[in-house]
């Protein structure tokens, strides 16, 4: 299997997305709970027209281009944005990166531990002052697959110079908290379902959803910087816009101590995002599911 995907890393981007477009639409037509799941999912959102029907394609997408984003070329991208990070890191604090599952989330990580996780080529080691161009690794949960074959190409895929992988489990947590306290960056995708208990029921796009409260506690630790991030795929295979965004400029307050109106928060938070690309949104994935 990792060899496979080594094999399919090596092609353009074009053909992958086409090829992702049809593997999206081939889902959609093939599974009736999928189907269902989006119909209910997009309407509920308010989705419709053009955009509505351009988010069966993009979701295969996402996965077609998978095998190029871990194991395949640097693809182009362009930062929108980079100076919020630039700005955070000089501070020398925790940077806590939120993103939905929208566009090329999984590029959002790797393209920050390329950028700003590893050391800069023709600089020393030693002590360095913390500013942005003092490495500072990023940490992301990493959840096993159900299918035992991907997990060594998912292991390969989330284990790079300057990004860490964390189990979903009590240890991970702590790995997470722990990097924070020490200046770094943790990734997150805060509209994950997350396990029974672990949890809170908020509104997204107007309906009640089980609402994970590890973003907000991660949030809250002391100086920690909080930026919203996604990975906007361009049309025809030509790359990727990585936005970011601070907290303050999408949600316009603070966030709330309490874990309900936290998760309130940043629901609404992911919402602003997935608004700048709607068609790029999983919106078959189960986020209702309680």
């Known amino acids: ?4 995907f080594r094999l399919m890393g090596r092609l353009p981007l074009p053909p992958l997305h086409a090829l992702g477009w049809l593997l999206g639409w081939l889902i959609w037509l093939l599974s009736p709970t999928y189907r269902q799941r989006w119909r209910d ?15 069966v394609g993009a979701a295969g997408q996402q996965m077609a281009e998978l095998p190029r984003i871990w194991f395949g070329a640097p693809v182009p991208l362009r930062w929108d944005g980079a100076q919020h990070i630039e700005a955070a ?19 959002t990580a790797q393209a920050y531990a390329q950028r700003f996780g590893v050391q800069p080529e023709g600089q020393s080691g030693g002590a360095v002052e913390a500013d942005a161009h003092a490495p500072r690794p990023i940490t992301v949960l990493y959840r096993p697959p159900r299918v035992a074959a991907l997990h060594p190409v998912l292991q390969a895929a989330r284990e790079r110079p300057g990004m860490h992988s964390v189990p979903t489990d009590l240890s991970g947590v702590r790995q997470l908290l722990k990097a924070l306290k020490q200046g770094q960056t943790v990734g997150l995708l805060p509209d994950q379902v997350p ?37 906007e795929r361009r ?56």
């Open 1 to 4: 299997m990792l060899f496979f």
């Open 41 to 55: 999912h997009t309407a509920q959102a308010g989705l419709a027209g053009r955009v509505r029907w351009a988010s």
């Open 89 to 107: 890191l000089r501070q020398g604090q925790g940077l806590l990166f939120l993103t939905p599952h929208l566009g090329c989330f999984e590029l």
């Open 195 to 231: 396990p029974a208990g672990m949890g809170v029921w908020a509104p997204f796009f107007g309906r009640r959803a089980y609402t994970m409260t590890l973003a907000a506690r991660l949030a809250q630790v002391p100086g920690t910087q909080v930026l919203l991030i996604w990975g």
């Open 235 to 290: 049309r025809w295979g030509r790359g990727y816009v990585l936005h970011v965004r601070p907290w303050l400029d999408v949600v316009g307050a603070p966030l709330a101590h309490e874990p309900q109106a936290a998760a309130a928060q940043i629901n609404q938070a992911m919402q602003a995002v997935i608004g700048h690309c709607p068609a790029q949104y999983l919106w078959g994935y189960a986020r209702y599911k309680g």
